[in-house]
């Protein structure tokens, strides 16, 4: 066991856990942050657990949890502040950039990620910044045209 | 699927303190952690079972590219910071191609290009590149004694290095930007942005006339592992980059190349890849060395 300080979510956690253990399941299974989901098994195929690390989009099943001690974590769970929807969670219920959601905490903290970075991207920007996250439903029509009206709404000061 | 039980982690500051911890273990039984990206992939299906993972995050000195005589890449940095770098242009730019598609994004925030070095992987773009612009490897040994190794010689096979267990990788560096330099690289996938079937590097060397003084190839995703092509980029020295020769040099290279056939492409289909791809990477140099 080794003693783990991580910053989640604002919220500094202090946890023994085993060396290998995934920071997704630290996550999931000891902070019990279930918004970060797992959607293959552990190859680091779908993106669906993709969190960020200081500020960047990274696979959780990618890291162990010590790789993350004296960090901060954001989770699906920080988006929001208030109960108040980020612009980008706001722009994905208002052009239903979902339909069964399980891809969809993976894709939110990537595109946030992504949008902090490429503030005016094209379509294809978007879609070439979403190959990392698989969705089997939707076809990614409405998850590009959510990213993309976020961006306009970012651009324009609001939210 | 998860990692078989790791008895320690550290995650030292400094190269001798990584290379003092490596070496209290027996061969193999520590293992260095760059970005993760690959090795974290053999842990959790237990192909590799280290007791020891020694983590090079927090080594500063690992990290960043410095440009003077030439460009040295420290072995901790990323994709990310590669693919931005505007620095690496003309002969260099080719990692800039090749950084800027490894994977995904999320892959591209970790993922460093000592630690595709050392994996070695057989589909992989990083190991190529390096080959076909030059590389020179910097390996430091746990008693301070450091070697320059060429790319050449330090990528022997798929999964395999010249790296001794007892060293670690701190740099790769490559000649500076040249007036009429050069370099490209593409690769083709089943989607976009995945491990290449088939890539292609391309680095020439242009003279006042814009003649084409010296020239590399290198390919991806080769049974074998990354190799040179010198055949076919003999063919390309002398000429100005024309089509006829491009095609001529790439036609070269897919017959002398040994493609395995297997369930992503037949040897025929890897071939014409080479063809494809190789002429409009070539063209891609030449533009870039007259740019």
């Known amino acids: ?69 004296g960090h901060a974590v954001t989770t699906v769970e920080g988006l929001s502040s208030n109960g108040d929807l980020s612009v980008l969670q706001q722009s994905f219920r208002e052009h239903h950039g979902l339909q069964c959601g399980f891809c969809t905490p993976g894709i939110l903290m990537n595109m946030t990620d992504f949008l902090a970075r490429h503030p005016e991207p094209s379509d294809d920007d978007i879609r070439h910044g979403l190959i990392g996250n698989l969705c089997r439903c939707t076809g990614y029509v409405h998850i590009v045209k959510a990213v993309r009206e976020a961006a306009k709404t970012l651009a324009g000061g609001a939210g | 699927m998860f990692p078989a039980q790791i008895e320690e982690y550290v995650r030292p500051t400094t190269v001798a303190e990584a290379l003092a911890v490596n070496a209290r273990y027996d061969e193999g039984d520590a293992l260095f952690i760059a970005g993760g990206q690959s090795l974290m992939q053999a842990l959790k299906s237990r192909m590799a079972r280290p007791r020891c993972l020694i983590d090079l995050q927090a080594i500063d000195a690992l990290k960043g590219i410095e440009y003077s005589d030439g460009v040295r890449i420290g072995a901790m940095t990323r994709y ?191 071939q014409q890849l080479i063809r494809t791809l190789g002429a409009d990477v070539a063209a891609t140099a030449f533009a870039r060395a007259t740019a």
């Open chain 1, 1 to 69: 066991m080794q003693t783990v300080r991580i910053t989640v979510n604002g919220t500094q956690y202090e946890e023994a856990v085993p060396p290998r253990m995934l920071l997704v399941d630290f996550l999931r299974e000891r902070l019990a942050l279930t918004g970060t989901h797992v959607g293959c098994t552990y190859e680091g195929v779908c993106g669906a657990c993709t969190v960020h690390l200081d500020g960047e989009a990274v696979k959780s099943c990618m890291l162990l949890a010590v790789q993350a001690d």
């Open chain 2, 80 to 270: 990310v910071d590669i693919a931005a770098d505007e620095r690496l242009r003309g002969r260099n730019a080719a990692l800039r191609d090749a950084a800027a598609h490894v994977g995904d994004r999320q892959v591209r925030n970790r993922g460093t290009i000592g630690g595709s070095c050392c994996w070695n992987y057989l589909a992989s773009c990083t190991p190529a590149v390096v080959l076909g612009l030059g590389g020179r490897m910097h390996l430091v040994a746990a008693d301070g004694t450091r070697r320059v190794v060429p790319a050449t010689e330090f990528l022997i096979g798929p999964l395999e290095t010249a790296r001794r267990a007892d060293e670690l990788l701190e740099a790769v560096s490559f000649a500076g930007a040249t007036d009429r330099g050069g370099s490209a690289y593409r690769k083709w996938g089943l989607v976009k942005d995945a491990l290449p079937v088939v890539g292609v590097c391309v680095c020439v060397e242009l003279d006042a006339a814009g003649r084409c003084s010296a020239a590399s190839i290198a390919l991806s995703g080769l049974a074998a592992g990354a190799q040179l092509a010198p055949a076919g980029a003999a063919l390309l020295v002398g000429s100005s980059g024309d089509a006829t020769t491009l095609a001529r040099a790439m036609d070269a290279v897919a017959a002398a190349v040994e493609a395995q056939s297997d369930k992503w492409a037949s040897t025929a289909y890897r």
